[in-house]
């Protein structure tokens, strides 16, 4: 079974500590809900062109690169914001 957009709340908070075992985890948490708010507004899962380079967030397995600038979340990024985010 795999998590739906619609399964998400419209992230309305910062998810503190859900990431403060990750190098410079609350950045990395404000990306994860500015990803996810994208995706809620589209309606679907999709890649998100971003102003930087998230390199450190592909290597910790949270985002997926899908060209220069230009991610999408990885299953293990959807399970943590389905903690503080889901429905």
């Not at 609350?26 to 994208?38: G, R």
């Not at 309606?43 to 985002?63: A, I, N, Q």
């Amino acid at each position: 079974m795999s998590i739906n957009v619609a399964d998400f709340n419209k992230p309305d908070k910062h998810p503190y500590e859900m990431l403060e075992a990750f190098s410079n985890g609350s950045e990395k948490e404000n990306v994860l809900a500015f990803i996810l708010t994208q995706c809620i507004e589209a309606g679907k899962w999709l890649p998100c062109e971003m102003k930087y380079r998230h390199d450190s967030m592909v290597t910790d397995g949270l985002l997926e690169k899908i060209e220069d600038k230009t991610y999408e979340l990885t299953t293990k990024a959807k399970g943590l914001l389905y903690s503080f985010y889901g429905k």
